[in-house]
């Protein structure tokens, strides 16, 4: 069994930063993909970020790429999501997930394990 919980979420201004903390415990991880996802009011959850833990390879949505950088903390099994130049179409809550297999582009439904989420709010 794998446990996520997340951290770091917030109000921010629009042109602001945060970091979200996903702190990963109950297996080894060398064969995981650990992602971010977020789901807004009304919207399908949607893919953020992944990292593959054995590779270290990052993966973006294209609405996020060159302001959030998702890395880890391998000590302390923690992968974080540093969000700058967030917008107010970033606001809402973003969930940790993992599988146990490299990644592969599958969208949330292919995540075996979910955090409780955190709720991010950007204002304008």
């Known amino acids: 069994q794998v446990q996520l919980v997340e951290s770091g979420g917030g109000l921010v201004q629009a042109g602001g930063s945060l970091r979200l903390s996903c702190a990963a415990s109950?297996?080894?991880?060398?064969?995981?993909?650990i992602g971010w996802f977020r789901q807004a009011p009304g919207k399908e959850r949607e893919f953020v970020a992944a990292?593959?833990?054995?590779?270290?390879?990052?993966y973006y949505a294209d609405s996020v790429k060159g302001r959030f950088i998702i890395s880890r903390d391998n000590a302390k099994r923690t992968v974080f999501l540093q969000m700058n130049s967030l917008k107010p179409e970033d606001t809402a809550v973003y969930y940790c997930?993992?599988?146990?297999?490299?990644?592969?582009?599958?969208?949330?439904?292919?995540?075996?394990?979910w955090g409780q989420g955190t709720q991010v709010t950007v204002s304008s």
């Open positions: 997930a993992a599988q146990p297999r490299a990644y592969n582009g599958s969208p949330w439904s292919g995540y075996d394990y």
């Open positions: 990292f593959t833990w054995s590779a270290g390879s990052t």
């Open positions: 109950g297996r080894t991880f060398s064969t995981y993909t």
